[in-house]
Structures are given as structure tokens and as C-alpha cells.
């Protein structure tokens, strides 16, 4: 199957090391056992309030990490010709070099790193992220404009504007390349243009009202998708509509991505709990239950590859139903053998 569509993809980029936390330990080497659950690795620093504690980290490995590239690489798997502008290191650090083959790749500062702690019921993603402060719109502007990348991303069938929380301009970057840079572009295109937010509770509420005020005029510069897993769903109700989703069933969250969508007046939403997805859009709303996964591989990755298998999904045309339960597919197939999967596949 040749490239059938193009995507700009951007802005983040990490060095993921994806570590396991001992609980006990009686030799060299692997002879440990991980703790399981986040409230044992709680319970632990728990104990530790007013004493001190050690808690031992083993790496598993070290993977090409952050929501951009990983969400790239993900949808290249779908024959989409990706243009990717991120944190990948000057020079391009080692394990971002797969994406060259398959990616217009622009590199304007170095990776962040994450230390990903993964349990058998979530992750705690600690980051080093400094370097990312470097994503400026000045240096998006002379990149996109030096390279005369104009045109290239004005004729842009997605762009995936992700991992919101990390960089304090990605507000203003948005903004002028939906402003000026799609103007340059063909009159009556109607690309997707996805957003996601990455656990936006550190940033003043402030901010993310702004951004989440900007979403309808942007979605009158394409078919805007909005994706949150339910912890932002949740603060992005609470500020948004003055309300909670606490504890509810997946028909009431269903409902609730129908008030957000609306409120927020774009075309897609979608909230991704960890068994369950739901969906709302100009075709209706939907939710469809996870495909269960009783020994993961990995987790770190997985929303981005829910996010990956809903896009390529629009892109081939499919519905939002069909859409919902393609990224549950593609982020189990991904957590079961910590692969990305092709599409159609």
C-alpha cells in the first residue's frame, strides 16, 4: 500500500527508561520481586514520612519515548508520510534514528527524559523535561519558514498537536501556524487537527481555559479532535462545566463527552478510561468496552496508540464508532506485545 496521507505530528520527545520498582530483593541480578500495584510503592513512602527509606529501580529499557514520536511512529504503520518537529536532540539521539527512513524529521532541542515506573494496574511517569522549554514559537516560526515548510503543512490531511502540558507555547505555536500557515494552503481543505492534553493538572487552570476557549475557532480551520484519558476528562469538566464525573457508569461518561463536545463546539471527542472508551461527535455518541490484557508487556505508549488507531481510522474514512474501538484495538494489541500493529492490520 503506497502513502496515502499526510501529517504533521509535534512537538515533544523523550527518552523513555521504562524501570521496575523491587519490593523484595534475595540476590544478584533478577533475583527481586516488583512491586504490583502503585498503593504498594505508596504504602512504602507512606512509611516513610518522617524517617527515610530506600526504593530500588531496575531498568527494563531504554525506548524512544514521548506522545509525539511515538504517536508518529505508530501511524506511519498506516502509510501516512509523517513530518515531525520535536525534541529529538541536536544531533538526533540514537533512538529516535528509526524515524528518519519513514519521517521528514526537524529536531529544535534535546529529548526530556522520563522514568517510567510501571505496575500491574498503571505507571507513575517521573520526568526530566528542562530541555523542553526550548519549544518556542520564535523557533518554530524560523524552522517552518527557513525550511519553507509552509506549503508542506498547509496541505497537512492531520496535524496532532500533543503532549499540551510540557510546553508552556504550544498555545501560541498552534495558533499562528492554524492562523498563517494553513492559509497558505488550497481554500475549502478541511484537515483533522487532534489535540492532546498529557495530564494537564501542574499548569494554572487559567491556562487550559484559554486553550480549551481557543478550540472552536481552531475548528474552523479543520475537523478538530479532542482526546483525554478520564483523569483529564475530569478536571477538564470540573473546569470547564463546573462539574464532576467521579465514579460514574460509561453511559454517564458518554453523556458527559456529548456536554464537553458541545460546550466546546468542535467536531470529536473522545475519553479513553483504562477499560473502556467512549466517544462523541457529530454522528452521535458511543462507548465500547477495552479488549482485557492480563500480563502487559508494557503500558507507557498505550494512549498513544489509542490515539494513533482512532486517527488512522478517520483518515480511512471510518466512523467515530469504528474509530473507537480501532484505538482500542491498536493500544491492546500494543500492551500485549509491546509492538506497534500495521493498519489495516
Given at each position: 500500500?503506497?502513502?496515502?496521507?499526510?501529517?504533521?505530528?509535534?512537538?515533544?520527545?523523550?527518552?523513555?527508561?521504562?524501570?521496575?520498582?523491587?519490593?523484595?530483593?534475595?540476590?544478584?541480578?533478577?533475583?527481586?520481586?516488583?512491586?504490583?500495584?502503585?498503593?504498594?510503592?505508596?504504602?512504602?513512602?507512606?512509611?516513610?514520612?518522617?524517617?527515610?527509606?530506600?526504593?530500588?529501580?531496575?531498568?527494563?529499557?531504554?525506548?524512544?519515548?514521548?506522545?509525539?514520536?511515538?504517536?508518529?511512529?505508530?501511524?506511519?504503520?498506516?502509510?501516512?508520510?509523517i513530518t515531525y518537529i520535536g525534541a529529538l536532540g541536536q544531533p538526533i539521539h540514537p533512538l529516535f534514528v528509526p524515524l528518519q527512513p519513514v519521517a521528514h524529521v526537524y529536531s529544535i532541542a534535546d529529548p526530556g527524559i522520563t522514568h517510567?515506573?510501571?505496575?500491574?494496574?498503571?505507571?507513575?511517569?517521573?520526568?526530566?523535561?528542562?530541555?523542553?522549554?526550548?519549544?518556542?514559537?520564535?523557533?518554530?516560526?524560523?524552522?517552518?519558514?527557513?525550511?519553507?515548510?509552509?506549503?508542506?503543512?498547509?496541505?497537512?490531511d492531520l496535524l496532532a498537536f500533543v503532549n499540551w502540558t510540557m510546553i508552556p507555547e504550544m498555545t501560541s505555536i498552534v495558533q499562528w501556524i492554524l492562523s498563517e500557515v494553513l492559509a497558505q494552503g488550497d481554500e475549502g481543505r478541511w484537515?483533522?487537527?487532534?489535540?492532546?492534553?498529557?495530564?494537564?493538572?501542574?499548569?494554572?487552570?487559567?491556562?487550559?481555559?484559554?486553550?480549551?476557549?481557543?478550540?472552536?475557532?481552531?475548528?474552523?480551520?479543520?475537523?478538530?479532535?479532542?482526546?483525554?484519558?478520564?483523569?483529564?476528562?475530569?478536571?477538564?469538566?470540573?473546569?470547564?462545566?463546573?462539574?464532576?464525573?467521579?465514579?460514574?457508569?460509561?453511559?454517564?461518561?458518554?453523556?458527559?463527552?456529548?456536554?464537553?463536545?458541545?460546550?466546546?463546539?468542535?467536531?470529536?471527542?473522545?475519553?479513553?478510561?483504562?477499560?473502556?472508551?467512549?466517544?462523541a461527535s457529530h454522528e452521535g455518541a458511543w462507548t465500547a468496552d477495552g479488549f482485557f490484557v492480563e500480563n502487559p508487556k508494557i503500558l507507557t505508549g498505550a494512549g498513544d496508540h489509542f490515539n494513533a488507531g482512532f486517527l488512522l481510522a478517520?483518515?480511512?474514512?471510518?466512523?467515530?464508532?469504528?474509530?473507537?474501538?480501532?484505538?482500542?484495538?491498536?493500544?491492546?494489541?500494543?500492551?500485549?506485545?509491546?509492538?506497534?500493529?500495521?493498519?489495516?492490520?
Open positions: 500500500m503506497g502513502q496515502s496521507f499526510r501529517a504533521l505530528v509535534g512537538f515533544d520527545g523523550f527518552i523513555d527508561r521504562i524501570l521496575s520498582v523491587v519490593d523484595r530483593r534475595w540476590g544478584v541480578g533478577n533475583c527481586f520481586q516488583a512491586m504490583e500495584t502503585i498503593a504498594c510503592l505508596a504504602e512504602r513512602v507512606q512509611a516513610a514520612i518522617g524517617k527515610s527509606t530506600n526504593i530500588e529501580l531496575v531498568l527494563k529499557e531504554e525506548r524512544m519515548g514521548g506522545n509525539g514520536p511515538l504517536l508518529a511512529n505508530a501511524l506511519r504503520k498506516g502509510d501516512v508520510d517510567a515506573l510501571e505496575f500491574r494496574d498503571g505507571k507513575l511517569l517521573l520526568g526530566e523535561m528542562s530541555s523542553l522549554l526550548h519549544i518556542s514559537l520564535d523557533r518554530v516560526q524560523q524552522l517552518i519558514l527557513s525550511d519553507s515548510l509552509c506549503e508542506a503543512i498547509a496541505s497537512m484537515p483533522w487537527i487532534f489535540f492532546d492534553l498529557a495530564d494537564p493538572c501542574k499548569r494554572p487552570e487559567e491556562d487550559l481555559l484559554v486553550f480549551l476557549q481557543k478550540l472552536s475557532s481552531w475548528n474552523q480551520k479543520g475537523r478538530v479532535v479532542l482526546g483525554l484519558n478520564l483523569k483529564e476528562a475530569q478536571q477538564v469538566m470540573r473546569i470547564l462545566l463546573g462539574v464532576s464525573c467521579d465514579g460514574e457508569s460509561q453511559e454517564v461518561l458518554m453523556s458527559s463527552a456529548e456536554q464537553l463536545r458541545i460546550a466546546l463546539d468542535i467536531h470529536t471527542l473522545f475519553i479513553h478510561p483504562v477499560s473502556y472508551a467512549v466517544v478517520l483518515l480511512y474514512g471510518k466512523s467515530s464508532q469504528e474509530a473507537l474501538i480501532q484505538g482500542l484495538r491498536h493500544s491492546s494489541y500494543y500492551v500485549r506485545y509491546a509492538e506497534t500493529p500495521s493498519f489495516p492490520g
